[in-house]
């Protein structure tokens, strides 16, 4: 039984690290010579490139990145969470509507939204600005955030909010004493989510933003391009922060939460 | 386990339809919903909608008298445009079915010989949270024929020089890019399959072994039918997405044939304004046949619902 845990366990784990094996070689080295399997010479160029002044441009990529997400994702919250509650607690004519409603923007590509909204975008001066850019990242962060939201609210207790309202407890008392703590834990893995979703697009932002908003992501296919690969290396390493940050936090709820996140 | 759970939701949302709940009144609904629904209707429909018009030759200012399907019958006429949609036909579903088949097998083994291995569930979620760009160039460092395995073959002796690699990214198999997506859909469907798979429990496998059931037998006439909607579902968004991805094939593909996703992006980009509605056309036909996957899919699902209700 054990032997066979190990089995399983071994590959796997090489398997996951493999990718970030040849990102960590070459943010690290200065030389690398074909037919080396190590680099020749090993250095912190490239980190001194990306967060010293030079790299200025890499620093404002990840300051636009950093504030796009963050938006996106506040205002996910703001519209996302009473209509995740509706649909979490509520059966009401026409759900299922809502449903496909939710679901279309989540799976079809991006690219084709982007390309209509670019021109309507343009005549209303939101093409090229931090504003059109967040607005396509919503496009698919809102429903996201919804269906995170929603699946909260499927298992939710309303008798809480219940008894603090026979206690006398306002509206507005009822939302952040009572249920915003009570669903926090989802709220953060929503939150983390939507960050993460609006952090890696590429397209979109370069169809919208127009070369405007050079976003992390961005900056990683033109430094691909140029063909500094320990900079594009190091690059990858920083745009992968997000993703592993929210992977500890969803990892700490679900120690929290035992088992019931994903039943 | 927030994206397994989310995605959950959204496969319940193609697979199955959920939902027990309290009523309430319009107003209150309204309240809630109309504010998100407005938002993603006016984007999300509203893309699509002037997309197509665009598509169709509308130009603003110019009028509607150009208005007409020249656009959509110059893409479908173009030889290019049957090589890239069968280049992205290849690439998903191939994708898709391997990784089913690996998903499969892995939340099985998973499920017999590790179902509580905190690690292990960790180490999955690794790659759900990984953004598809830079796995992308981590396959560009690791399969190019200057990579980090031409590398280690010749060090151990195999190979002479780097030319004597197999081709294995900007190929004609596409094997780079079916490799990173495979890499990322695996634990997305494997998570899908185990948390069905830990619902279900072992009582019904067990009443199977009672009745003498062979392993094959329990295999697909009790796992099987439990895992098959969610099975579906996942698929279906795994297509989807690799179906309409641009990064990977962006970085990983051959100049030609294009991918539709990154054939799209071109045309559109390009200097030629003329260029531009028709790669808003693919874009739209793009959506359409995703659109289509979804509906078609759906009906498929009903029909076979209504056919197991009758039997």
Redesign the interface.
Known sequence: ?RM??HL??WP??L??A??????L??SISEQWF????LPQNFGTRAYQYVFGTAGNQILTGLFISTALALVTTCISLI??I??G????????PG??F????????????S???????H??FL?MGLAETFTGVV??H??FC???T???I??VF?DYNLDFEEQARSLGAPGWKIIFQVMLPMILPGIS??A??SF?LS??Q??STL?IGGGKMLTL?IL??SL?DSGD?PV??TV?LV??VP??L??MT??H??GRNG?E??? | ??????K???VD??ST????????SFT??F???S???I???L??G???????L?ALGYL?GQGFDQIGLQYFTHVLQDPDFFNSLGISLYISITSTLIAAVVSVILAL??MR??AN?R??H??????L???????G??????LSP???FS??F??LGILTS?SHFPLLVNDRLSIGILTVYI?KEVPFIT?ML??VL??MGSELDEVGATLNGSKTQRFTHITMPIIAPSLGGACL?VF??T?????VPY?LGRTYPMAL?VW??KN?SDVDLLARPE??AI??L??GI??LA?VFSQLLLQLSRNRSFSL
Request: net charge positive; aromatic share 16%; proline share 6%.
């Open positions: 039984m066979r845990q399983l366990f796997i784990l398997t996951v493999l990718p970030f094996i040849p990102l070689l070459w074909y037919p080396a399997l519209f996302g009473p209509a509650r509706a649909l979490g607690l509520y059966d009401f759900k299922k809502a449903t496909l409603l939710l679901t279309l923007p989540v799976i079809v590509p690219l084709s939204v982007a390309m209509g909204l021109l309507w005549r607005l396509i919503l496009t809102l429903p996201y919804i269906f995170v929603w699946g499927s893995i929503a983390l989510f993460l952090w890696s590429y397209l169809i992501p990683l296919f691909m690969r594009a290396a990858s745009f992968i993703a592993f929210a992977l969803s990892a709820n679900l088992m996140g994903i039943r | 386990m927030g994206k397994t759970c989310s959950r939701k959204i949302a193609v339809s959920s939902g027990r709940g309290r009523k309430t209150r609904l309240f809630l919903l504010p998100a629904l938002i993603i209707s984007l999300f509203g893309g699509l909608a002037l997309g197509f665009q603003p083994a998973l010989w590790a291995n690690a292990m960790f180490i999955l979620q690794i790659p949270t990984a953004p598809h760009l830079v796995i160039i981590a396959a560009l460092f690791l200057s990579g980090l590398r280690l010749s060090q780097s890499w998570f185990f948390a830990k619902n968004i989807a997405f179906f309409g991805a641009f990064e970085l996703p799209a992006y559109y790669g808003i874009g739209m793009l959506a995703i659109i979804i």
